[in-house]
């Protein structure tokens, strides 16, 4: 080990009689960085968990891309369309859906609903996964009435629980003598929750030929086509070849499209909050050229000896530096491990909860990534290093003669 190290050290984990004041300034230093650092992994941490598990709610629950046409009018030949996409090995799935709007009746409520009739053997979707109460279930019960499912708050706004008889009211135009609704009963066997409102209040799922016979559309028709591919990072160009290939009268649509303003609310914190919560380590950086300097006047006494005994300049300035990085590095590790714990306790026990009205969930997750913590150490040592190198570069400069012969 030289001597520069050594000194550094000593001068650093040393406790001289009298520097009582020079101990509290290091120790606010290190508290500082720590601080900043701790605060800049965790917002880091919160802003990937908010953005993961909006992905992951929307993308299960929703289609990575749509097809209909430009008018409100069905597709014609569903059927031959879904033939013609069997060709694209992008393709994990695709379906055709039958869409509407009726009302839904409870015993106790009635309301307004977008029907939305999939195949009954799977969707293309992971609603499975959002199933809160009851199970994910649209064939016909032992009595015959077909299953429905349905959001959690529609399920309150109706008064529902599972086994409840649902009636589904649906009429083209306005009701007259002669234009009856179309009335169907259906047995509530699920109830999902992904905590995103405008999915758990809007939708009631149904098998696709209840819904052909509630808005009357012959089998070969549907109101869209839902597609769900293999890779979901691709959706975006695959969207674009689709659209290209399908061309007039069809219109397709990725679900970052279709979805754009909950992809944008999550972008725009994933890209703002680590720039304002950063100052606080800028800030932290700058704190240690105060705490340097106050080390640098604490010690001008043992500059000037080490001058007088042959120590150049650059060993001078080199040994401030790094008491300087020392108090980075163990901020820096203390910052480090505050971050790690608050993860560890909030993904156990979920210490900061949420409205799940405005944040889609009942709590902040939190997901590090490693090269958070990659990037956070370089630019705080970076930020500290040169925050070091003004009183450092003021200590090389004393003079020794001055210091022997007048002690400052």
């Not at 550094?8 to 009689?17: I, N, T, V």
């Not at 012959?218 to 659209?243: T, W």
């Not at 720039?275 to 106050?294: C, H, K």
Request: net charge negative; hydrophobic share 45%.
């Amino acid at each position: 080990m030289n001597f520069e190290w050594y000194l550094a050290r000593r001068y650093f984990k040393g406790k001289r009689q009298g520097s009582r004041f020079l101990s509290f300034i290091k120790i606010m230093a290190i508290t500082g960085v720590a601080v900043g650092s701790a605060g800049l992994l965790i917002a880091l941490s919160v802003v990937h968990g908010f953005k993961s598990a909006i992905d992951d709610k929307v993308l299960g629950f929703a289609p990575h891309i749509t097809i209909s046409r430009f008018s409100d009018t069905p597709i014609l030949r569903a059927d031959t369309l879904l033939s013609d996409l069997e060709a694209y090995p992008e393709i994990q799935q695709a379906q055709a859906v039958i869409e509407g709007q009726a009302m839904l009746q409870s015993p106790e409520e009635v309301t307004g609903i977008l029907f939305k009739g999939v195949d009954q053997k799977g969707d293309v979707t992971d609603i499975r996964q959002y199933i809160d109460r009851g199970r994910y279930f649209l064939g016909k019960d032992s009595t015959g009435m077909p299953g429905i499912v349905i959001g959690s708050k529609l399920a309150q706004s109706l008064s529902a629980d599972i086994n409840s008889v649902l009636t589904a009211y649906t009429i083209e135009g306005l009701p007259s003598p002669l234009s009856s609704p179309e009335i169907k009963q259906f047995r509530l066997s699920g109830i999902y929750q992904t905590g995103i409102g405008q999915f758990d209040n809007i939708f009631a799922l149904v098998a696709r030929p209840h819904a052909q016979q509630l808005f009357q559309v012959p089998p070969d028709q549907a109101s869209v086509i839902e597609i769900r591919l293999h890779d979901q990072s691709g959706i975006g160009p695959f969207k674009q070849h689709l659209s290209e290939d399908i061309g007039f009268p069809y219109f397709t649509e990725s679900i970052y499209e279709k979805y754009s303003s909950i992809f944008a609310w999550v972008d725009l914190q994933e890209e703002t909050i680590p720039f304002v919560i950063s100052v606080m380590i800028i800030v932290a950086a700058f704190n240690l050229i105060g705490t340097v300097l106050m080390m640098v006047l604490e010690r001008t006494r043992d500059i000037g000896i080490l001058k007088t005994m042959g120590a150049s300049d650059k060993s001078i300035r080199y040994i401030f530096m790094l008491e300087g990085l020392f108090v980075a590095v163990t901020g820096l590790l203390i910052g480090i491990g505050i971050s790690l714990l608050f993860t560890w306790l909030q993904s156990t026990y979920h210490l900061i909860p949420l409205s799940e009205q405005n944040y889609y969930m009942a709590y902040a997750p939190t997901e590090p990534h490693g090269l958070d913590f990659l990037i956070v150490t370089a630019v705080t040592l970076l930020l500290c290093t040169l925050s070091s190198y003004l009183p450092a570069r003021i200590a090389a400069q004393t003079d020794p003669l001055k210091v022997i012969a007048y002690g400052r």
